[in-house]
Nanobody, 127 residues
Framework: QVQLVESGGGLVQPGGSLRLSCSAS????????VAWFRQAPGKEREGVSC????????SYTNSVKGRVTMSRDNAKNTVYLQMNSLKADDTALYYC????????????????????WGQGTQVTVSS
């Protein structure tokens, strides 16, 4: 069965850190460019970050630059999102998505079509 499964979400205090994981089954992620998106209640889905299949180049939305690092471990068929200095505004359901793009296309990854989507993992930042 082809699927993406996110994990690592939870409740964290402002200023804290979380590492989200996105694991693939039924296909190999090394041929896929992968992106993280998030959606907060009452808001549109927002692209957070992207990592290319070709050379692991990353792209980040402005609101998370300097606080978030995306990486991938093709041997584990998993992509990670390390989030530091979390803020209340980071509270959202986080999804990963994958498509056979060679690269992210810079900030344009937010508007691209993605073949596979996970079900999401909830991140809540609150004191």
């Amino acid at each position: 069965q082809v699927q993406l499964v996110e994990s690592g979400g939870g409740l964290v205090q402002p200023g804290g850190s979380l590492r989200l994981s996105c694991s693939a089954s039924g296909f190999f992620l090394d041929s896929y460019t992968v992106a993280w998106f998030r959606q907060a209640p009452g808001k549109e889905r927002e692209g957070v970050s992207c990592i290319s299949s070709r050379d692991h180049t990353t792209s980040y939305t402005n609101s998370v630059k300097g606080r978030v690092t995306m990486s991938r471990d093709n041997a584990k068929n998993t992509v990670y999102l390390q989030m530091n200095s979390l803020k209340a505004d980071d509270t959202a359901l986080y999804y990963c998505a994958a498509e056979t793009y060679a690269d992210c296309g810079g900030s344009r990854f937010t508007a691209r079509q993605w073949k596979y989507w996970g079900q999401g993992t909830q991140v809540t930042v609150s004191s």
